[in-house]
Structures are given as C-alpha cells and as structure tokens.
C-alpha cells in the first residue's frame, strides 16, 4: 500500500517544506502548479502524480516527468497523453478513473462502458494502464461508499487476472481512506487530513 501526499493545497514555499520533512511522494490536481513546482523543486527523487482533470492542452505540462496520471477519465483523453508520451520517447503510467456511483457532477468512464471495449485501452504503444481510480460521492453514506469501494475492487481482481501489471486501485482520501483500504486500496489520496 502507498499513499500519495495530495499536495494541492500548498504552494512552492510550503511545498519545499514538506519535501526537507521527507515527503517525497505527491499528487497534484492543476496541471500548471504541477509545472511550477516541478521546476522548482525537481523530481530527483521525488515521485510527482497527476490527480485532477488534465485537459488535453495541459498534457504537455506533465508528460515528461510524471509518476503517474490517475485521473485519464476518457478514452479521447487516453489517446491524447498516449500520443504526447510517444512524442517525449516515454512510456506512461496511467489508471483508469471510474465514475462508480455515475454521479453527473464527476467525470470517469462507467464500469459497464469500460468493460464493453476494454481493449483499447490496454492497446496503447506508450501509456501503460496499470489499475484503476475512483472518487465516492461526498454525499453517500458510509454503506454506500463501501459499496462503491467493493465494485472497484471487483473490477480490479477480474482485469489483474486478464492483465498481470494491473495492480494499482486508487481510491480513499481524508473522509473515506479507511473504507477504501478494506476495500483494496493500493493507493490512498490524502490531503487535507495529513497536516490539520
Ligand atoms: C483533493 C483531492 C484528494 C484529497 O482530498 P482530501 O479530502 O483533502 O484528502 C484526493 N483525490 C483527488 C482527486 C483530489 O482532488
């Protein structure tokens, strides 16, 4: 199990700070304070992911240095990062964002389109997809979101066994980490609850 330090809320200065504690390990959500940090801080041996929705012109801002993107909620948006890592001579990491509770409000491909045409998605020349992602509905109630988390896992067991690089499951932040870590979790998103 790792855990990305969801870093979104602090800016270069108190970012620097986090990384002389000994973090080393963070997700950002906006492509361009990605960039700037990156080119402040660097990535010598820090490990940089990208959580938030990447629109496609933003790509370029985090193609060449990032760990891995767990927010690629489309298939458009799949071919896109795969053609700008084919440009960059990379192979990227990448998950599949689930929209579970097909909440209108969150983007994510639908487990059942998913599974129709899966194919493709696993076909790309330079983006590997290495699991899946998922947010619960800030509204749902525990049994729900538990709910939600055992789809996930579901869906993550049946593609390992296609696909045996397919081994990540991203989901649980500050409310809900608990829920998805006995649900599967490999990855848990904390930010706010990590420095209150
Ligand atoms: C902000 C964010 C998180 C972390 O949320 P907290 O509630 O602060 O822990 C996790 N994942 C994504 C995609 C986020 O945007």
């Known amino acids: 199990m790792g855990g990305s330090v969801v870093s979104k809320y602090f800016d270069i200065c108190q970012h620097k700070e986090i990384v ?13 304070l990605y960039r700037d940090k990156l080119n402040e801080i660097g990535n010598n041996g820090i490990k940089w992911d990208f959580i938030g929705r990447l629109q496609k012109n933003k790509i370029k801002y985090i193609i060449e240095s990032v760990n891995l993107i767990h927010s ?27 929209n579970v509770s097909k909440e209108e409000s969150k983007t994510g491909i639908y487990i059942e389109d998913f599974e129709k045409d899966y194919e493709k998605y696993f076909s790309q020349s330079n983006v590997k997809i290495i699991g899946f992602m998922t947010m619960a509905p800030f509204s749902a109630t525990t049994d729900e979101i538990d709910n939600y988390f055992k789809k996930m896992q579901e869906l993550k067991e049946k593609f390992s066994k296609k696909y045996d690089y397919l081994t990540e499951l991203s989901m649980g932040m500050s409310n809900d980490y608990k829920i998805a870590l006995k649900n599967g979790a490999t990855i848990i998103r904390i930010g706010s609850k990590l420095f209150e």
């Open 20 to 32: 002389k504690m000994g973090y080393n390990y963070f997700g950002e959500n906006r492509a361009q």
């Open 72 to 98: 690629i909620d489309s298939y458009d948006l799949l071919l896109e990062i795969n053609k700008k890592a084919a440009e960059h001579g990379r192979i990227v990491n990448g998950l599949i964002q689930i």
